[in-house]
């Protein structure tokens, strides 16, 4: 079993639908949570980044984390054609590998389709 | 601008060759780290550092080695003893606990 579980897709949504992603986790340690942008072809661009359990809101982007289930979600309101990309979750315990050794889930590939 | 430099974007290896990977950044982060990018595999830690003239292994350090002789830089030598070397290659960096930024990847392919 892996240590991140995130369901690769792809999911496909029409434009201005909420997108809801997730990733499940097995480490309890985990208590840095992100979610990565990554378009084809490009590097990982960080989009939410939040520590322990909560809400975070950044515009059409809330990240949730419930630490008691070990299940964090990216929810995208209104979605866009430009949100068409693959979506990483990434974790560290804030310990391991000098404190920032990041532990990846495998990405879910969205399309929002017009 | 601030950011992470990878160069090339395209390398080719032939059978028995080293080829050398650049990251470069100039965001003043003192730790870097390159990662392997398979499909359905995610993202999979090869080297980091954290600090000039030092670096640790991380998940799948076999076959690849790196240096750290500058802040700036962290290239990643894909040796002959990596058997499976074609993926997409992700260097990232960080400045403490906060969040790793990433270049735009040098995707290895072998000849």
């Known amino acids: 079993q892996k240590e991140v579980e995130q369901d690769p897709g792809p999911l496909s949504v029409p434009e201005g639908a909420i997108v809801s992603l997730n990733c499940t986790y097995s480490n309890s340690a985990f208590q840095y949570f992100m979610w990565y942008r990554q378009y084809s072809r490009k590097g990982p661009e960080l989009l939410m980044y939040?520590?322990?359990?909560g809400n975070k809101e950044d515009g059409r982007f809330t990240a949730q984390v419930d630490k008691s289930s070990k299940y964090i979600s990216l929810f995208i309101r209104d979605s866009q054609p430009s949100d068409s990309a693959t979506y990483l979750c990434?974790?560290?315990?804030?310990?391991?590998?000098?404190?920032?050794?990041?532990?990846f889930g495998t990405g879910t590939q969205l399309k929002v389709e017009l | 601008d601030g950011g992470i430099t990878q160069s090339p974007k395209y390398l080719f290896r032939k059978e028995g060759q080293n080829v050398t990977l650049s990251c470069e950044q100039n965001l003043n982060h003192d730790a870097m780290y390159w990662y392997r990018q398979d499909p359905g595999q995610g993202l999979r830690l090869i080297y980091y550092?954290?600090?000039?003239?030092?670096?640790q292994k991380g998940d799948i350090a076999e076959g690849y080695s790196v240096s750290r002789e500058k802040k700036e830089s962290f290239p990643l030598t894909v040796t002959s003893a990596q058997k499976n070397p074609t993926a997409f290659y992700l260097c990232?960096?960080?400045?403490?606990?906060?969040?790793?930024?990433f270049g735009d990847g040098t995707r290895l392919s072998i000849l």
């Open positions: 550092s954290q600090i000039v003239n030092d670096f």
């Open positions: 990232a960096s960080s400045f403490g606990f906060q969040p790793q930024h």
């Open positions: 939040t520590y322990s359990s």
């Open positions: 990434a974790m560290s315990d804030g310990l391991t590998g000098g404190g920032n050794k990041l532990t």
